[in-house]
Every structure is written in structure tokens, then in C-alpha cells.
T-cell receptor, first 113, second 117 residues
Framework: RKEVEQDPGPFNVPEGATVAFNCTYS??????FFWYRQDCRKEPKLLMS?????NEDGRFTAQLNRASQYISLLIRDSKLSDSATYLC?????WGGGADGLTFGKGTHLIIQP | NAGVTQTPKFQVLKTGQSMTLQCAQD?????MSWYRQDPGMGLRLIHY???????DQGEVPNGYNVSRSTTEDFPLRLLSAAPSQTSVYFC????????????????FGPGTRLTVL
């Protein structure tokens, strides 16, 4: 079974601070990596894809380290609206050969005023 | 576009009852999938489909059936509900590149909260 591991938190961070999460994955053959955001009692929504060379979208930066099999998410100048659960998502194959996306359990972030 | 819609939003069943959770998308996406989300477990894939007439099992398929007769619809059937199936169910859709282990953005519906007594 493919595993995606995240620190569940919660991370309590003051507004304006920088916060970083890591996520480790067990399948060295995985090729698709994402960070999703999920607000309380809502559906997950894509925050950003993670590319091999690393990528940035405004205050958010994602990195992929294939050798160590982890991806990271950095949030700069955090806002109150960044409070949410952040899901690490990786593709992989199940035991029977079917391919699918594996979601981490999520890291809960609380931005405090 | 409505995106991905799910009905009902809430449902309470008794053990042994059957029901169908509805999912529809209007984005002409080939790939559709069903997940369940339980506290402390994250989202787990139940079944998925890469196109009309094609379905396959995910991580936790037991107790659920699916069919994909059209591109738009992907219903999930609970055959005989059990308390262990109490969960939040999300349907998702995306474009999908055939032949590659490559996934695009998953668009999720708002979820169905199911309680089995």
C-alpha cells in the first residue's frame, strides 16, 4: 500500500510569519505531486501542483526532492485566510495494479492574529 | 458551469438499507472518482472511471458498486449499508492523459455526509 505521511499539526502560527510543511511518500515511481487545501467541512481544492524544479505561486512555494522522497510547502507572510488543512497528494499503484491518487491525512494550520 | 454536483448533501440510513449517491459533472471530464473521508484517515479512493463504460477499484471498494453509462454521471451504490460506511463521500472529476501516470487538477463536489445507524 502506498503511503503518504504528513505531520497532522496543528501548526499555530502568528499572522505574517513563514511556515513550512513537509510530506514524505513511499513510492519511488510516483510522478504526480500536489498540494490541496481543505477548509473545515468543505471539499478539497487544488492549491498547487509540484514540479521537479520547484515552483512558486505568490506567497506559496512548493519543492520536490525525489532522492529523499518528500515534497514541501512554504507559505510566506501568512494570512488569517490561510488557516486550513493542507493535503499532500501523490499518485501511485495499488497492490492489484490500479493507479490512483493517495492523499495524506493533512496538516492543520491555524494562523493567529 | 455547475462543476461537480453531488446529491444528497446529508443522508441517514439504517443498517442493511441500500442507496445511491449521485454525482454529475458538466466539464466533459473523462476521469471521475469517489473518495471517502474519515477522521484521522484522510481521503481514500473507493472506485474510479477513466471514461464511459470503464470503471475500476480503488483502495477501499468493498461494499460499493459504481457504473459509468455517460461521461457526465458516476453514481455510487451502497449495497447493504453498514455503520462502518458512516463517512463523508466526495466525488471528483478531472481531465486525464491516457497512457501516462499523470493526473490533472481534481475538481471535487461538495460532499455527501452519510450516517449509518
Amino acid at each position: 500500500r502506498k503511503e503518504v505521511e504528513q505531520d497532522p499539526g496543528p501548526f499555530n502560527v502568528p499572522e505574517g510569519a513563514t511556515v513550512a510543511f513537509n510530506c514524505t511518500y513511499s513510492n519511488s515511481a510516483s510522478q504526480s505531486f500536489f498540494w490541496y487545501r481543505q477548509d473545515c467541512r468543505k471539499e478539497p481544492k487544488l492549491l498547487m501542483s509540484v514540479y521537479s524544479s520547484g515552483n512558486e505561486d505568490g506567497r506559496f512555494t512548493a519543492q520536490l526532492n525525489r532522492a529523499s522522497q518528500y515534497i514541501s510547502l512554504l507559505i510566506r507572510d501568512s494570512k488569517l485566510s490561510d488557516s486550513a488543512t493542507y493535503l499532500c497528494v501523490v499518485n501511485g499503484r495499488w497492490g492489484g495494479g490500479a493507479d490512483g491518487l493517495t492523499f495524506g491525512k493533512g496538516t492543520h494550520l491555524i494562523i493567529q492574529p | 458551469n455547475a462543476g461537480v454536483t453531488q446529491t444528497p448533501k446529508f443522508q441517514v440510513l439504517k443498517t442493511g438499507q441500500s442507496m445511491t449517491l449521485q454525482c454529475a459533472q458538466d466539464m466533459n471530464h473523462e476521469y471521475m472518482s469517489w473518495y471517502r473521508q474519515d477522521p484521522g484517515m484522510g481521503l481514500r479512493l473507493i472506485h474510479y472511471s477513466v471514461g464511459a463504460g470503464i470503471t475500476d477499484q480503488g483502495e477501499v471498494p468493498n461494499g460499493y458498486n459504481v457504473s459509468r453509462s455517460t461521461t457526465e454521471d458516476f453514481p455510487l451504490r451502497l449495497l447493504s449499508a453498514a455503520p462502518s460506511q458512516t463517512s463523508v463521500y466526495f466525488c471528483a472529476s478531472s481531465t486525464h492523459r491516457q497512457g501516462l501516470l499523470s493526473y490533472n487538477e481534481q475538481f471535487f463536489g461538495p460532499g455527501t455526509r452519510l450516517t449509518v445507524l
